[in-house]
């Protein structure tokens, strides 16, 4: 009988006490365990090493643009003790928050390592730890599948860092990283649609939710909601219950919830500069067969003709075996779980075939479902189809070593020890692009504390340049760069650089009398000194216009897409300051659906605790 006590004497047990009386019990069990440990860890470490060995570089590609989101998020809180509301280093001014890919480490476990490591440092943490979130994650997935520790590292094994995780991440495509909370929703959305289901549960799939929100998921969020809304119809059906779609309905208005901080600027955002992309590729099945299989996968390698863009949009090595167990999987394994799964995983294969034909899969998502209309390389519905037949592999495997496991004990660690070595061969073709990625050396010394102002190019290079101009190296010297990349797709762009004839200085008199001087500055803010100015004079700040900046005194308009204020009677001193639209009643709404999360898991636990002492 479960009492109290019996609870209090399991609370007491440290973690490594109750890790060791279980290896006692069972050591063969402990040995498969141990290995499938091994196994995720030696993968992470394999892929990763390049970045490891030498950690003074930076990332090429779109690593830099990536690092300045980052780096803003650091300068804001640190030197200016504000939000990185508004971002002013590039393309003249544009909504940081509202950004679906900047800000992405202020909700983030990375944050502390950003604001007192090296940016370089804290890079490799921040991906070192998606990455093993990710293994760590696609464990617990498979967790709810099998009791197997071999055949949960075996979705590890083929998903969490393969040939497509290693690829985007070599190229600087952060928001591939928050594919590492995928399984972790589809392990929440399990346990959370079981009888009797607990409300944590519950709180942590739609916190998994909010997660793919303030970590930048632009394609992992509408995957992820795609694929469990998907899993929760078909097994609602096979079941004959609405209960997967409730726990899903229930979790995903939490997690809306709980994000709308960052959510509701972002659709501000999507409103006024909408991304809105063609998306016509198409690949084959021989094509899809060199993606998963060639051995030679490296940044800039083309083992077959694909239809746009580089091969980092379309390798995903996974090795001749790992197809093989994926269509052992798809073919053979049995089960309503597993049945509802594999519907997910062909769903999402034929999806990354692409616009194969007029009603191919993904021409129709693309042209009716608005999210997906500002998606494109279809291709990357395969990451996420891996992950959903590893696991039913997994299930169908880990269902072969439980019923020798009483015969054969140490079956399951000979299976954890085959994975390992399939997971060092995924990794170390997975390693390729890896070796070829960071290798920017920024230039010896950057002036500091020159005035802001903006130039038409990057004012500074990296030692050896890549394609694009520097951001981050332009936000080091507090320049700001008009010709930019990784912002959204304004039309609104009024800022001038500092040697364009028609600049006036970044704060002026337009119309009236009088002069203004920029008396302080940060990246959300401005304060203006005037002297003779009249009401009815029309202040200008060299900064592009946004519905979001606010005046202490008079209206913000928009000149020219640039900010600007008429001054009522007697402003001597005019400050503006950003704020995202929809972020105050947004932290109105996250606020009270995280104090309502926590009510309700305490009632929960009071409750248990409750039934156990009664």
Known sequence: MLTSATLVDKAALSLPRRLLAAARRDP?????????????????????????????????????????????????????????????????????????????????????????????????????????LGAAGAYAAGSRFTKSHGARALVAALWAVNGRWALQTASGHTWHLAYAFLPWALFFFERARQKPHRALDVVLLGATFAALVYTGGIYPLPHTVLALGLYAIVLGALEKSARPLVVLGASGLFGVALAAPKLLPMLDVFGKAPRLVPSTEAIDMGALFAMLTAPDQGFHSRPVRVPAYGWHEWGMYIGLPGVLILAFGLLLVQGKREAALKVVGAIFGLLGLGAFHPNAPWTLLHEHVPVFRSQHVPSRFLYPAVLILSIVAASGIGRLVERAGRRRPLLDAALAAVVFLLGIDVARGAQKPMTQSMWMVPPDHIPANRPFHFEKNPPFQYKQRDWAGPMYLAMLGNTGVLDCYGAPPFERKGALASDDGRHKGEVFVAEGAGTAKLSD?????????????????????????????????????????RVAVRLPQGVTTLSLWYRPPGFVPGLFVGIAALAAAIALVRAEKREDEGKVQG
């Open 521 to 561: 500055w940060s990246p959300n803010a401005a304060t203006i000194e005037l002297s003779g100015a009249e009401a009815g004079a029309l202040v200008v700040y060299n900064m592009n216009y946004d519905e979001g900046w606010r005046a202490s005194a008079g209206k913000v308009e928009n000149v020219d897409n």
């Open 28 to 132: 063969p069990r402990a040995i498969a365990a141990l290995l499938a440990g091994l196994s995720m860890l030696a993968a992470v470490v394999v892929v990763l090493l390049p970045w490891l060995l030498k950690t003074h570089t930076f990332g090429f590609h779109d690593w830099d643009v990536q690092t300045s989101h980052r780096y803003l998020v650091k300068k804001s809180l640190l030197d200016h003790h504000e939000m990185p509301f508004w971002n002013p280093y590039a393309c003249g001014g544009f909504p940081a928050w509202g950004y679906v890919e900047a800000g992405t480490i202020v909700v983030s476990p990375w944050l502390l390592a950003y604001l007192f490591l090296p940016m370089n440092l804290a890079i490799r943490i921040e991906v070192v730890g998606m990455a093993l």
